[in-house]
């Protein structure tokens, strides 16, 4: 679990990220989805509704609005096997050139940590930013698979990337 759980350490309404040294592993990325206001409003409905995870291949449930304090679980499934994710969202931005939202891992979880999708202006292009913090989870059996995970990890955020920018309106 990330050490304090009232406050987002990929801190999704900064523009700039300082991650602090917790001994997770850092990691972000941007890449732009589209330009204009079609592809933004498109963006940030599909981002709070957890599309994001669903076009990825994950499940969402409930898969309602993104809205802090919410424990949904989101399912994985890779290899036709279903992995359970539990986590909690620890804080949502929504402003008029930044919509995004942070979730930290909760027990039962595969690893440990944070992830944050976000959604942003730059002039009129339409940004999607993801930042996550990660390290081994705290159960034995997920400990020991952790190499493997670090791959499925770089297969989802790649996923990510491509869920939103390949549908988004152009």
Not at 28 to 57: F, H, M, N, P, Y
């Given at each position: 679990?990330?050490?304090?759980?009232?406050?987002?350490?990929?801190?999704?309404?900064?523009?700039?990220?300082?991650?602090?040294?917790?001994?997770?592993?850092?990691?972000?990325?941007?890449?732009?989805?589209?330009?204009?206001?079609?592809?933004?409003?498109?963006?940030?409905?599909?981002?709070?509704?957890?599309?994001?995870?669903?076009?990825?291949?994950?499940?969402?449930?409930?898969?309602?609005?993104?809205?802090?304090?919410?424990r949904p679980i989101i399912m994985a499934?890779?290899?036709?096997?279903?992995?359970?994710?539990?986590?909690?969202?620890?804080?949502?931005?929504?402003?008029?050139?930044?919509?995004?939202?942070?979730?930290?891992?909760?027990?039962?979880?595969?690893?440990?940590?944070?992830?944050?999708?976000?959604?942003?202006?730059?002039?009129?292009?339409?940004?999607?930013?993801?930042?996550?913090?990660?390290?081994?989870?705290?159960?034995?059996?997920?400990?020991?698979?952790?190499?493997?995970?670090?791959?499925?990890?770089?297969?989802?955020?790649?996923?990510?990337?491509?869920?939103?920018?390949?549908?988004?309106?152009?």
């Open positions: 679990m990330v050490p304090d759980p009232g406050m987002s350490l990929t801190r999704p309404a900064d523009r700039q990220w300082r991650a602090p040294s917790t001994g997770f592993r850092r990691w972000e990325k941007s890449a732009e989805l589209g330009r204009g206001d079609d592809v933004w409003r498109w963006a940030v409905r599909e981002l709070l509704q957890w599309g994001i995870k669903t076009r990825s291949g994950f499940t969402v449930t409930p898969g309602e609005r993104v809205a802090a304090g919410d499934h890779p290899f036709g096997l279903s992995v359970r994710e539990p986590v909690e969202v620890v804080e949502v931005v929504e402003t008029s050139d930044r919509v995004g939202f942070a979730y930290r891992t909760l027990p039962g979880h595969p690893i440990s940590g944070e992830e944050a999708f976000i959604v942003h202006r730059e002039g009129d292009a339409v940004v999607l930013t993801v930042r996550s913090l990660t390290r081994a989870g705290s159960q034995r059996g997920w400990r020991a698979a952790y190499p493997a995970l670090l791959v499925a990890q770089q297969v989802a955020r790649r996923r990510y990337f491509r869920a939103l920018r390949l549908r988004a309106p152009r």
